[in-house]
């Protein structure tokens, strides 16, 4: 098939890769422009691109695909239609049969939703109609949820309401971070997409029942809130790795929790209550729970969080084993 291909992090590569591998014609590639990152502000191409142009495919990187609300109250002309009314056209002319999108990060409008004879396809990181939206992975592991997987829907004017072509299922493994159901979900979307191209199944409404939603994160986000359970911030931890990360402070300086787990054992979930300080107290080691210094006990609203790899801002990752050498953290210290 004649195809677009519009995404921009890693997440999307496997499904780009897969397409071109598997001898689709891959008509241009959308992603997001070369912006800068990192502590450098270096400008950088995301994921997509450099994929695609290691693969000679036509990379394309329109900042915007919508009008400008603020430009048409001004009733700007040159800033209202030019722009997008040239890449709808530039769309159009592709002679496309679908579109592929997988986390593009652009809102489509209906002229490029409508222009492909199949549509616009979405490989969607979760089993719709749970966790539209921006952050499904992250949402399914800080929820709890017990399985994930790939829909993939035909694109309409809703945040992710389009009707599905095809879902599949995965476990989410107990101690799963969202790293690593990402690659799982990455790959999964590769050969759904491959499949749905390939026998072209008639769409289903999604069901109205189970919507939900998960928001785009803020870096915030991962501010870690003591007085919550050692469970939820368990998932927390696990949820918003790599990005956005959990982090407290300790002295006045950012502490990056890396890894960490709920205390276990007969009496762990209350353990905190019979123990000096509120939430977010450093406790004394527990030789009966684990080898002293291997992890830092924190009381949490209910529970403890043993803490067992942590960043301290400006320094290296480390074993809390080896962090505590070089920054003694005793009993009664308060983080926050």
Not at 226 to 237: G, Y
Not at 307 to 315: K, N
């Amino acid at each position: 098939m004649r195809l677009a291909f519009m995404g921009s992090p890693d997440f999307a590569v496997p499904a780009l890769r897969a397409l071109h591998d598997a001898g689709h014609e891959i008509a241009a590639v959308y992603c997001q422009p070369p912006r800068p990152a990192g502590r450098g502000q270096a400008v950088r191409r995301c994921a997509v691109q450099v994929a695609a142009e290691a693969l000679g495919l036509a990379v394309r990187t329109p900042a915007r695909l919508r009008q400008d609300v603020s430009a048409r109250l001004r009733q700007d002309v040159s800033a209202r239609l030019r722009p997008d009314a040239a890449e709808h056209a530039a769309f159009a002319e592709l002679g496309l049969d679908a579109a592929v999108v997988a986390a593009y990060g652009l809102i489509l409008p209906p002229a490029m939703l409508a222009a492909p004879r199949l549509g616009c396809l979405n490989i969607h990181a979760s089993l719709l109609p749970r966790w539209r939206g921006a952050a499904p992975i992250h949402a399914a592991i800080l929820a709890g949820d017990a399985e994930s997987g790939v829909t993939i829907m035909r694109m309409d004017a809703g945040l992710d309401t389009g009707p599905m072509l095809r879902a599949e299922a995965v476990p989410i493994p107990p101690r799963a971070t969202a790293a690593e159901l990402h690659d799982v979900l990455a790959a999964l979307g590769a050969r759904l997409i491959l499949r749905v191209l390939a026998e072209l199944p008639p769409p289903v409404p999604q069901p109205a029942e189970g919507v939900t939603y998960a928001p785009r994160l803020r870096r915030e986000d991962g501010r870690i809130d003591w007085t919550r359970d050692a469970a939820a911030l368990d998932r927390q931890v696990r949820a918003f790795t790599p990005w956005p990360g959990s982090f407290t402070a300790l002295d006045g300086r950012m502490l990056k929790v890396l890894d960490a787990h709920p205390e276990a054992g007969p009496g762990a979930a209350d353990a905190a209550a019979t123990e000096t300080g509120p939430s977010g107290t450093v406790l004394a080691d527990d030789p009966a729970r684990g080898p002293a210094g291997g992890s830092l006990r924190v009381a949490c609203g209910r529970g403890v969080l043993c803490l067992t790899r942590v960043q301290l801002a400006g320094g290296a990752p480390l074993e809390v084993a080896a962090f505590r050498r070089g920054h003694p953290v005793p009993p009664g210290t308060q983080l926050g």
